[in-house]
């Protein structure tokens, strides 16, 4: 499938997302694509997130394909599992760098407790996790099991941190290349 024949939308994690990160960039590249807007990055609210992307899957005019980002990859399984999404548009979701709610430290900046009992069944479309060995926010056996718990197929980004500006992964181009690999395959 081509990236034009979709609506990707991207969700994006706790807190800001600056300028450079990969998201901004690919939502720069890619025309059809946008990020799904939330009222407050800083202190999110589970429904009020899953709403916003139920609202722009409902607006997609192609088939959709979720670009998850930590928190934002969290968002997606959860809608996906029994909150109203419209799980027949979506074709694919490309998760990257799930955060672990649970872990012992780095305690989350927020109330984590309303996202932090993620769903363990298989989604109801095609997924790939990528996730690094060196994520502070996420043990990478934890995220091996999350993609096994959702029937993703699982990609090991290596040392990467937690993939995003910090980690030093502002265009992320292994990150774009493993994104086409999955739109050429639906």
């Known amino acids: 499938m081509k990236i034009a024949e979709t609506d990707i939308l991207l969700l994006p994690g706790y807190g800001d997302t600056p300028a ?11 025309p059809t ?79 984590a407790a309303q996202f932090s009992k993620v769903p363990k069944g298989p989604l109801p479309f095609r997924a790939r996790v990528v996730a690094s060995r060196t994520d502070p926010y996420c043990a990478y056996e934890v995220a091996e099991q999350m993609a096994k718990d959702w029937g993703a197929h699982f990609q090991d980004a290596g040392d990467a941190g937690h993939i995003n500006m910090e980690s030093g992964h502002g265009p992320w181009p292994e990150g774009l290349m493993s994104f086409a690999y999955l739109m050429k395959d639906l």
């Open 33 to 111: 694509a946008r990020i799904i807007a939330q009222r407050n990055w800083f202190q999110p609210v589970l429904k009020e997130w899953i709403d916003a992307l139920k609202e722009a899957v409902a607006a997609a005019e192609r088939p959709v394909v979720l670009v998850g980002h930590s928190l934002g990859s969290i968002t997606a399984v959860h809608a996906a599992h029994g909150h109203g999404l419209d799980t027949d548009k979506i074709k694919a979701a490309f998760l990257v760098a799930p955060t672990d709610l649970n872990r012992a430290e780095p305690k989350p900046a927020f109330d």
């Open 20 to 30: 450079g990160h990969w998201m901004h960039r690919w939502c720069e590249k890619m």
